[in-house]
């Protein structure tokens, strides 16, 4: 269950916002025998109730310094705690502050560049924190908020009416990286989080929209990133886990009537890093994925359009590893309907 509350205040040449959301998670387990039989070690016991709380209280200002130029500041306190936690020990409540600063100029109508500048935090989850199922968690109460520094650049270009561009460069300078291991523990290999010296990440990202005609447009984009993480206490670096170089995406949409309307999406990730059971490195394939859109509108209600949506997502089944052992869904169908 969660509340977000904004307050917003315009005036002239500034405007600004006062925000507040609070997140409450509330997970119930129960271990069971199956009719398969036991798992090792399973003993069946009573409900096991874990929480957890997320607030955040922030405000946010924009203040225009020129005709072409504004920037936006921020600054905001989060504080996470788990008030439950099952057979678990207690754990104390994190906190923790951030802030961020942006400048957005608009040299001329077909130009915008957006520069941003902020810190920002992120708490262990509930699983990361109390986590043992299947038998191969092992808990770390040590674990504290992973701090990131984050920094990019984006340049929006109109070449044309029909043609659209965006550059992005960025890095993440980050602190106390989460991250996982394996360790041994009376001959069984465990996995665990902890929490890395920190980690350099840095990327770049593009795309492309062109439209072919009134009806048909195009669409493409490449992101690529690279880091490293800092060396531990023995000398050794970490490699960064589940995390691809590249992921290509190309698109088609067509307006078919005025009534139909078809997207197809390419998506290609390549291969990335995940530890084995026996905490060595193992390579995750890449994987090439096609998404299928469809919307038709039924009808207009009240001045309002009522669409029926359908989606095929990874329409050839293909094999998504985004960790070792765990994929994403496979084919995956949808149907709804949206009122716009």
Same mark, same amino acid.
């Given at each position: 269950?969660?509340?977000?509350a904004?307050?917003a $205040?315009?005036?002239?040449?500034?405007?600004?916002?006062?925000?507040?959301?609070?997140?409450?998670?509330?997970?119930?387990n #129960?271990?069971?025998a199956?009719?398969?039989?036991d798992?090792?070690?399973l003993?069946?016991?009573?409900?096991l109730?874990?929480?957890?709380r997320?607030?955040? !209280?922030?405000?946010?200002?924009?203040?225009?310094i020129?005709d072409?130029?504004?920037?936006?500041?921020?600054?905001?306190?989060?504080r996470?705690?788990?008030?439950?936690?099952g057979?678990?020990?207690?754990?104390?409540?994190?906190?923790?502050?951030?802030w961020? %600063?942006?400048?957005?100029?608009?040299?001329t109508?077909?130009?915008?560049?957006?520069?941003?500048?902020?810190?920002?935090?992120?708490?262990? /989850?509930?699983?990361?924190?109390?986590?043992?199922?299947l038998?191969?968690?092992?808990?770390?109460?040590? $674990?504290?908020?992973?701090?990131?520094?984050?920094?990019? !650049?984006?340049?929006r270009?109109?070449?044309?009416?029909?043609?659209?561009?965006?550059f992005?460069?960025?890095?993440?300078?980050?602190?106390? /990286?989460?991250s996982?291991? !394996?360790?041994e523990?009376?001959?069984?290999?465990?996995?665990?989080?902890?929490? /890395?010296?920190?980690?350099? /990440?840095?990327?770049?990202?593009?795309?492309?929209?062109?439209?072919?005609?009134?009806a048909?447009?195009v669409?493409f984009?490449?992101?690529?990133?690279?880091?490293?993480?800092?060396?531990?206490?023995s000398?050794?670096?970490?490699?960064?886990?589940?995390?691809p170089?590249?992921q290509?995406?190309?698109?088609?949409?067509?307006?078919?009537?005025?009534?139909?309307? #078809?997207?197809?999406?390419?998506?290609?990730?390549?291969?990335?890093w995940?530890?084995?059971?026996?905490?060595?490195?193992?390579k995750?394939?890449?994987?090439?994925?096609?998404?299928?859109?469809?919307?038709?509108?039924? %009808?207009?209600? *009240?001045?309002?359009?009522? *669409?029926?949506?359908?989606?095929?997502?990874?329409?050839?089944?293909?094999?998504?590893?985004p960790?070792?052992?765990?994929?994403?869904?496979?084919?995956?169908?949808?149907?709804g309907?949206?009122?716009?």
């Amino acid at each position: 269950i969660g509340l977000r509350a904004v307050l917003a $205040l315009e005036r002239d040449v500034a405007s600004f916002r006062l925000v507040s959301t609070a997140q409450e998670s509330t997970h119930d387990n #129960l271990e069971l025998a199956t009719t398969s039989g036991d798992a090792s070690g399973l003993v069946p016991g009573p409900v096991l109730r874990y929480r957890q709380r997320l607030l955040t !209280v922030g405000a946010e200002a924009d203040v225009r310094i020129s005709d072409t130029l504004t920037s936006t500041f921020g600054i905001a306190s989060d504080r996470a705690s788990t008030p439950l936690t099952g057979d678990k020990p207690s754990q104390p409540s994190l906190s923790a502050s951030h802030w961020s %600063a942006g400048l957005r100029w608009d040299p001329t109508e077909d130009w915008t560049v957006l520069a941003t500048l902020g810190e920002r935090s992120r708490f262990p /989850t509930l699983r990361e924190l109390y986590g043992a199922a299947l038998g191969r968690f092992l808990l770390n109460p040590e $674990l504290r908020p992973e701090r990131s520094l984050l920094a990019d !650049v984006n340049v929006r270009h109109t070449a044309s009416e029909d043609l659209f561009l965006d550059f992005a460069v960025w890095a993440n300078d980050s602190d106390d /990286t989460l991250s996982q291991r !394996v360790v041994e523990v009376d001959g069984v290999s465990l996995r665990q989080r902890f929490n /890395t010296e920190g980690a350099l /990440t840095w990327g770049i990202e593009a795309a492309a929209t062109q439209y072919l005609n009134e009806a048909l447009r195009v669409e493409f984009s490449v992101a690529w990133q690279e880091g490293r993480v800092e060396r531990d206490a023995s000398g050794e670096r970490p490699v960064l886990l589940q995390r691809p170089d590249a992921q290509l995406r190309a698109a088609i949409d067509w307006q078919a009537t005025p009534r139909v309307d #078809l997207r197809a999406e390419v998506l290609h990730t390549s291969s990335a890093w995940d530890l084995d059971d026996d905490g060595a490195l193992a390579k995750l394939p890449d994987s090439t994925s096609l998404n299928l859109r469809g919307f038709l509108e039924l %009808a207009e209600w *009240q001045g309002r359009g009522v *669409q029926l949506t359908a989606s095929i997502d990874n329409l050839t089944d293909e094999l998504v590893l985004p960790q070792l052992g765990l994929p994403a869904p496979g084919r995956t169908w949808r149907i709804g309907i949206r009122i716009n």
